[in-house]
């Protein structure tokens, strides 16, 4: 089962797994786990999380999924989604001492910004299929701006990276920055002839090759009037792990592209940076049945050898590496700290605790 990713702020690792660990207690789990006439689900200081709160994240969350979760998942993931509402609540709650908003202007920025890809309608029956209104959205934007302004105050301005630091860090990774082969960096949007993907994942999903060949060429058209590739990919690409980033796939050696379809291979070697492909037909060796349709965009080579220091990606490269380990270390520490000084009762955890040992 494919679930889909929540837009709340996800929690650390540990806590998924403590969640799928009491997944396994949570199947006698029929009551209600606040006191009597009370359906809270958990408490952060003076907020009550209740049960209709966890029941819409639910929701939002397996929307559209063609595989009903089993028992133990579903209690699996709404204990994952309790402790996310948790840990939301614990950073709007500090923001909120802090003085920290988001503006109406800059939730309307962003919120166009999403709505920028599709017609009305388009937008409106993406919101209708994951379960949300516009309201809901404008309130998570809302939400995850003051919490991005939060961690930036927080944790992100309190990092420097000092070029000591990059030094440093190039002196003891050299043999990272020593590239064997050519790597090419590129993007595709890819259209299946076949009906393979869940309902409601991809919006106008080809269902035949003639729809697939359709869909590929009206991409095609609006790429030669200039609509920007990784909005189209976002919006359109049928695969599904490249979509969500513009369609970009990554570097891929040179080894590696000689191994590709033909097809494929040939055109990229006729690409210039910044170039598309014109489509390309996706066979099956084996069967010949076409597969699908692909265009793809060379967004960059890069050659064989020792990249230095004094290559301006080296040292972005470097920082960025730096920065991300240094606020993942800082978050953990913050969120720990946020944790202690909260009064925090999952009365669901303690429910299925207490469920399991009347049992035994």
């Known amino acids: 089962m494919r679930l889909r990713r929540s837009w709340l702020i996800p929690t650390r690792n540990g806590l998924r797994g403590a969640c799928l660990t009491l997944a396994a207690l949570a199947l006698a789990?029929?009551?209600?786990p606040g006191k009597k006439g009370d359906d809270a689900m958990a408490k952060v200081n003076s907020y009550k999380i209740q049960r209709s709160e966890l029941d819409k994240a639910y929701n939002k969350q397996v929307a559209g999924s063609p595989v009903k979760p089993t028992p133990e998942q579903e209690?699996?993931?709404?204990?994952?989604?309790?402790?996310?509402?948790?840990?939301?609540?614990?950073?709007?709650?500090?923001a909120e001492k802090l003085g920290i908003v988001a503006t109406d202007e800059e939730v309307d920025t962003k919120l166009n910004q999403a709505k920028a890809p599709y017609t009305k309608e388009e937008f409106a029956k993406k919101l209708h299929d994951e379960g949300f209104t516009e309201d809901d959205l404008k309130q998570d934007i809302r939400r995850n701006l003051v919490i991005d302004k939060l961690l930036n105050k927080e944790i992100a301005s309190k990092v420097t990276i000092s070029d000591a630091d990059i030094q440093s860090y190039y002196n003891d990774h050299k043999a990272q920055f020593n590239v064997i082969e050519p790597q090419y960096y590129l993007a595709h949007i890819y259209v299946s002839s076949l009906p393979n993907a869940p309902a409601g994942a991809i919006p106008?999903?080809?269902?035949?090759?003639?729809?697939?060949r359709q869909k590929i060429q009206m991409i095609y058209h609006r790429l030669e009037s200039g609509d920007d590739f990784a909005t189209l990919a976002s919006r359109y690409s049928e695969d599904l792990d490249t979509a969500r980033s513009g369609g970009e796939l990554g570097p891929t050696p040179e080894s590696q592209l000689k191994n590709t379809d033909p097809a494929t291979r040939d055109a990229v070697a006729k690409l210039k940076p910044g170039q598309f492909s014109e489509v390309i037909q996706i066979v099956n060796p084996a069967t010949q049945k076409v597969l699908g349709y692909r265009i793809v965009k060379l967004l960059g080579k890069e050659p064989a050898g020792q990249r230095t220091l004094t290559d301006p990606t080296v040292q972005q490269a470097i920082r960025n590496?730096?920065?991300?380990?240094?606020?993942?270390?800082?978050?953990?520490?913050?969120?720990?700290e946020l944790r202690d000084s909260a009064e925090i009762h999952?009365?669901?955890?303690?429910?299925?605790?207490?469920?399991?040992?009347?049992?035994?």
Do not use: H, M, P, W
Not at 29 to 32: D, E, K, M, Q, W
């Open 204 to 212: 106008d999903k080809a269902q035949n090759d003639a729809q697939a």
């Open 321 to 336: 590496q730096l920065r991300n380990q240094r606020e993942q270390f800082l978050r953990a520490a913050y969120d720990e």
């Open 75 to 94: 209690q699996a993931l709404r204990l994952q989604l309790l402790q996310q509402i948790i840990s939301v609540q614990l950073y709007l709650q500090k």
């Open 29 to 32: 789990l029929t009551g209600c």
């Open 346 to 360: 999952n009365y669901f955890i303690e429910q299925i605790l207490k469920s399991y040992g009347a049992q035994k």
